[in-house]
């Protein structure tokens, strides 16, 4: 694959550990450089089920390059009390890069008004998170250069969605083989 992609994955404490895990684990399969990032006031963060894990690096050390992609795990809404992040994700946004969140996470892209007229998802009940968005039904929505996801059962596509938005199409059926999500489509077809 080797797509040299280099995406930021971003945690605080609070994160949903299905999410911030499975979305690392199949974009390194898939060869893209991630870097876990933590929001916190260290690298070892706790999830909202009480998993701790480090990260790769803190917010400091990258909050002034740029990435092809930024991606956000959620579980908590305090992602979009982070003002770095906020700043980060406005400028890559203004600079078309790819922008990424799951569960509670897209409510930093509705904070920043960056979903006005587009199509988005957020884990049900925090719809009002999403300034002037039209809410899908889908699972996983891209709309130009963001896409958002519902939640922690949907991590897997979440994160196939964007290898494929990184890498193309095979390499996201490379990675999503071992997953079984093939089979997975024929046996329950109306999740898909």
Not at 72 to 97: E, F, R, S
Not at 143 to 167: H, M, Q, W
Request: charged residues 25%.
């Amino acid at each position: 694959m080797g797509s040299k992609a280099e995406a930021a994955l971003f945690m605080i404490d609070g994160f949903e550990e299905t999410e911030a895990v499975t979305t690392a684990d199949i974009m390194r399969r898939a060869e893209i450089d991630v870097v876990t990032v933590s929001l916190g006031e260290s690298r070892r963060l706790t999830g909202r089920s009480r998993i701790t894990v480090e990260t790769d690096v803190m917010f400091c050390d990258v909050r002034n390059l740029v990435f092809d992609m930024l991606v956000i795990p959620g579980g908590t809404t305090a992602y979009a009390k982070h003002d770095g992040l906020l700043g980060m994700v406005k400028k890559h946004n203004d600079l078309g890069k790819k922008l990424a969140a799951i569960c509670a996470a897209p409510a930093v892209f509705g904070k920043l008004g960056i979903l006005r007229g587009r199509r988005a998802v957020i884990f049900p009940g925090l719809e009002e998170w999403l300034d002037g968005a039209f809410i899908s039904g889908e699972i996983v929505v891209t709309d130009g250069n963001i896409t958002t996801s519902k939640g922690p059962g949907t991590a897997v596509y979440f994160a196939l969605r964007l290898v494929e938005i990184l890498c193309g199409s095979a390499a996201a059926d490379l990675v999503a083989e071992p997953f079984h999500v093939q089979e997975l489509k024929r046996r329950i077809p109306a999740l898909y």
